[in-house]
């Protein structure tokens, strides 16, 4: 994906602390730190996956890019507008063009609305169309995520959990989005039902062009869809790379040991594989130097005390002191 692109969507130095209370008289006494300090582009058209344990703050970015969670510092852009600082108008424009698929479709569903009435809400919401017109376009809808006209009378708790992800879906792109936040959009599936879901995403961004931030806890998952990916650990991106070069030669040792701990069904020697050792750190109070130097195997005195920067290493983005730079 060249650069010399015009971003669709900018984060630039976003930062989100959540405040905690404490004490007789509540008052705050301490944050989480969920985001710190990031910055990327997505540019029209990609699918950017996003990567990284629970807790590492990708969410809490995927609300803040979606404009629902005001940062407590930095800017996100969208084409060029500012996402929290834009009039009445380009807010309601906004809302439109970029929509979410969230991960469990169940929680988002409204279980007392039929779903022809769930899948028109949005259009309900943008107004200026006649009934008959909506209903067609439900109808329609409804056959492009592979559901059938039957299921337009019917109730979400009717529905598997993968025909409700797919009315999700159907939610999401009834008013024409051009930028959708998938937030681990498949991680409630049974195994079998996440690639159905996967190539339906797939297909759907190809007929409609859409621009993809693709949100999981596994690399392998984002794999199948990612023109480039970001790994977070502790609210930090530790490495962008395009998806092959990420998984052809990855850089961090955080994205080194994601990678490791993806299951191999070929495996000959029947070992699981390696996962981490060591938990993440509490967001409240993040380590010295670099975030990942209590887990990290390479660490170095200077590790422990210097945080280090993302760099351009390479066609890659990097944060770690043992990656030289470019
Ligand atoms: Fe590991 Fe040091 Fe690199 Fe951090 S900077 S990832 S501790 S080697």
Do not use: W
């Not at 900018?10 to 300090?37: C, L, T």
Request: proline share 6%.
């Amino acid at each position: 994906m060249s650069n010399q692109k015009v971003p669709l969507i900018q984060a630039e130095h976003v930062v989100k602390h959540f405040p905690v209370k404490g004490g007789i008289i509540p008052r705050n006494v301490d944050s989480v730190k969920a985001v710190n300090d990031v910055s990327l582009e997505i540019y029209p058209g990609e699918t950017f996956g996003l990567v990284g344990e629970s807790g590492c703050g990708k969410s809490t970015l995927g609300n803040i890019l979606l404009g629902l969670e005001r940062p407590t510092g930095g800017k996100v852009l969208y084409n060029g507008t500012d996402v929290y600082r834009c009039g009445r108008a380009a807010r309601k424009k906004l809302r439109q063009e970029i929509q979410v698929v969230f991960q469990d479709p169940y929680e988002s569903l409204n279980p007392r609305m039929m779903v022809g009435e769930l899948v028109a809400e949005g259009l309900n919401i943008r107004g200026g169309m006649s009934g008959e017109e909506k209903h067609r376009r439900v109808l329609d809808m409804l056959e492009q995520v592979g559901l059938n006209p039957e299921h337009y009378n019917r109730y979400p708790h009717e529905f598997s959990g993968g025909q409700r992800q797919r009315i999700g879906i159907a939610r999401a792109l009834i008013v024409e989005p051009k930028f959708i936040i998938c937030d681990e959009p498949v991680s409630a599936l049974d195994v079998s039902v996440q690639a159905q879901i996967l190539n339906l995403l797939s297909g759907l961004q190809k007929k409609y062009h859409m621009t993809y931030l693709f949100i999981a806890h596994g690399l392998n998952v984002v794999k199948y869809l990612s023109d480039r990916i970001g790994v977070m650990y502790l609210g930090q991106l530790v490495e962008v790379a395009d998806s092959q070069e990420l998984f052809r030669s990855p850089r961090h040792p955080y994205t080194q040991a994601l990678l490791r701990a993806i299951p191999d069904v070929d495996r000959v020697d029947g070992r699981l594989p390696e996962t981490l050792s060591g938990d993440v750190p509490s967001p409240l109070a993040l380590p010295e130097g670099c975030l990942f130097h209590p887990r990290c195997g390479q660490c170095t005195e200077k590790c422990k005390t210097v945080r280090p920067e993302l760099r351009q290493v390479g066609s890659t983005l990097v944060r770690c002191h043992l990656c030289g730079g470019s």
